[in-house]
């Protein structure tokens, strides 16, 4: 047999079958389309070494592939040449040893698949066999003995040069984290030998119960059964015959014996219509609401994405991959600065080491939208010089507070600017009693003489300002009686609560470019929390975005309480859907352009240039004026 494996024309086969699966290069880094160099100058030492039996696989590398479930699965890699030898052998063993199965073996083998197997299940429940004994091996491929395997593969092959290749291949050294050593139990998966001779491993089991209308495919058993009593039976006796004389074990999580009405076998549901059994094929539910989410999501704005579906990131090749039940969508890392996530994500090694590649910050967000913390790049480098800067004008109680002076003053000018703009269309005396006390409070405010005064009057302006909301509104729906945070009691405040989060990170998101350091804020303590600085630019800008969209939002009736909300935990929240048309207006707000000073300008540039104002302050102590709109 090993004379078939070298001979001309399987070589020639097996070269071409290689170059159809289309491999880019091994371990070795020899590139398929090198295959053929290669060979012509190795050939004829690598084949007497294999006709001597002294050739010796190299070191196989393995790495870890992540499942949309989560599940972690090894993979081994090989050399060019490995993948090639190993190839030969496998075409050899497939035609040679295929006689030797049993039909109703339907594993790995040619012409034979999952239809057959459900085309033999709909002609067995036919005859009367009603309920389905399925038996599933417990980690088959990584559980088979070798001395075991060894043993069959002599009694078939009797060819020890072969059969000891064979099982070079299958205990042969793998290094795995900079760690070699050398495999003593279980198939390599990826090898092209592995499926032929896992099908030999249970030969002898598929043999002695092939008269219980049993059906193997891989590590699943299915017998078809008149009775439940007998199913039991042959449970009990196939996991102990597995146990003693294969050394495995059966997963009883796995495990069952069904009605042929209630069972999902292998993708399919069997249903019986006017007196016919039919198969149909079982159709994973899709989440038609969130489909399309990520057209925003991965559409570029201003370098940020958004990702607001389960799933999985990872590295593919030079971009950032994401996989959801839906889809895939690549990142390209060129031109990612941000990625916002707001689901549940399982994260694979590679992933963190192309962030700090390409210096992108991840932000994380748990279910009720709370901040939890970011990801940062380990080249992002801060300046001394500035942190000293920003420590001295927190600890200096007059600077602190002349800086604190300036941020309320410039949100408190813009909050009035607001309602100014809402007043001119409702012409509300409410309206127009809760600007001139807003004026009031603006100028107690800047005669404060210490911060906690300060925050005191700036309190009592809030609770001013939140009161006009349901004169803006006019909505039911939309009352506001009091601002609820942690959790949020109704859908005023989980908008309020989700946009603040917002823009946190979008300012954030710009503090991180900059030499500032994100920990001192002026305005807010800089001892609660990890990110401070962007608190306190927020409270300038959060009347004209955060408090704008929603008061858009909801008088364009865009949204809906009963449509884009649920309640969770004693609290009320944007649902995934809500997420997306916030995520979605907010940055159409962001690039929108209006004119200051005969000057075109985004929102995201006055964003940024709010931080950069900041930075030349504590770096050119030039005055700091914060952003004041005026209609």
Request: proline content about 1%; hydrophobic content about 35%.
């Amino acid at each position: 047999m090993l004379k078939q494996i070298l001979s001309k024309n399987n070589l020639e086969k097996s070269y071409f079958e290689l170059m159809k699966r289309n491999y880019s290069s091994g371990i070795d880094g020899i590139m398929l389309s090198q295959l053929k160099e290669y060979l012509i100058l190795n050939w004829k030492d690598i084949e007497n070494q294999l006709v001597l039996g002294m050739y010796e696989p190299n070191i196989v590398q393995i790495y870890e592939l992540l499942s949309k479930k989560g599940k972690v699965r090894e993979i081994y890699k090989f050399t060019i040449i490995d993948i090639f030898i190993q190839k030969a052998i496998s075409l050899i063993l497939q035609d040679k040893l295929d006689c030797l199965l049993i039909d109703n073996n339907y594993s790995f083998r040619k012409g034979k698949g999952t239809i057959d197997i459900i085309r033999r299940g709909l002609e067995l429940i036919e005859e009367g066999y009603e309920y389905i004994v399925e038996i599933d091996i417990k980690k088959y491929f990584e559980n088979i003995d070798h001395g075991l395997l060894s043993k069959i593969l002599f009694d078939v092959l009797d060819d020890k040069v072969l059969v000891s290749l064979i099982m070079k291949y299958q205990s042969c050294l793998i290094q795995k984290d900079g760690k070699v050593k050398r495999k003593n139990k279980g198939l390599i998966t990826g090898s092209s030998i592995s499926p032929v001779i896992s099908n030999l491993y249970l030969m002898d089991l598929d043999k002695q119960y092939i008269k219980y209308n049993y059906i193997r495919y891989c590590d699943n058993i299915y017998i078809f059964i008149t009775n439940k009593d007998e199913g039991v039976t042959l449970i009990n006796n196939i996991s102990r015959c597995l146990k003693d004389k294969y050394k495995l074990e059966i997963n009883q999580n796995k495990t069952s014996i069904t009605h042929f009405s209630t069972k999902q076998m292998l993708g399919y549901n069997f249903i019986k219509e006017d007196n016919i059994v039919k198969a149909k094929k079982n159709k994973q539910e899709t989440k038609v609401k969130y489909n399309y989410w990520h057209k925003s999501a991965i559409m570029k704005e201003d370098n940020e994405y958004h990702i607001i579906n389960d799933g999985i990131l990872t590295k593919k090749d030079y971009s950032i991959l994401f996989k959801s039940e839906n889809q895939k969508v690549e990142i390209p890392t060129e031109v990612t600065e941000h990625i916002n996530i707001y689901s549940q994500i399982i994260f694979s090694s590679n992933f963190f080491n192309t962030l700090n590649q390409n210096n992108i910050k991840v932000s994380l967000f748990d279910q009720y939208d709370h901040y939890i913390g970011s990801f940062i790049p380990i080249n992002h480098h801060k300046s001394a010089s500035i942190l000293i800067k920003q420590v001295e004008n927190y600890i200096n109680k007059s600077k602190r507070l002349e800086l604190a002076k300036k941020i309320i003053d410039g949100g408190t000018t813009n909050i009035i600017t607001n309602l100014k703009y809402y007043n001119k269309r409702n012409d509300d005396i409410q309206l127009d009693n809760i600007i001139d006390d807003l004026k009031i409070c603006k100028q107690e405010m800047k005669t404060a003489n210490t911060l906690e005064i300060l925050l005191l009057q700036e309190a009592r302006m809030r609770e001013l300002y939140y009161s006009s909301y349901n004169i803006i509104l006019n909505n039911p729906e939309f009352k506001f009686t009091k601002r609820t945070r942690r959790p949020p009691k109704d859908a005023l405040n989980a908008m309020i609560s989700f946009g603040n989060t917002l823009i946190y990170q979008k300012i954030a998101n710009e503090i991180y470019k900059t030499k500032l350091d994100i920990r001192i804020s002026y305005l807010h303590s800089a001892t609660r929390r990890y990110e401070n600085l962007n608190l306190d630019i927020s409270e300038i800008l959060k009347p004209i975005l955060v408090d704008k969209i929603i008061f858009s939002l909801i008088n364009k009736r865009i949204i809906d309480v009963k449509v884009h909300f649920e309640k969770r935990n004693n609290g009320v929240y944007l649902n995934k859907e809500g997420k997306y048309i916030f995520i979605d207006q907010l940055n159409k707000k962001l690039n929108s352009i209006i004119t200051i000073n005969n000057k075109k300008i985004s929102y995201q540039e006055i964003l940024r240039l709010e931080v950069l104002k900041l930075l030349r302050y504590f770096k050119y102590n030039e005055e700091y004026e914060p952003f004041k709109y005026r209609m």
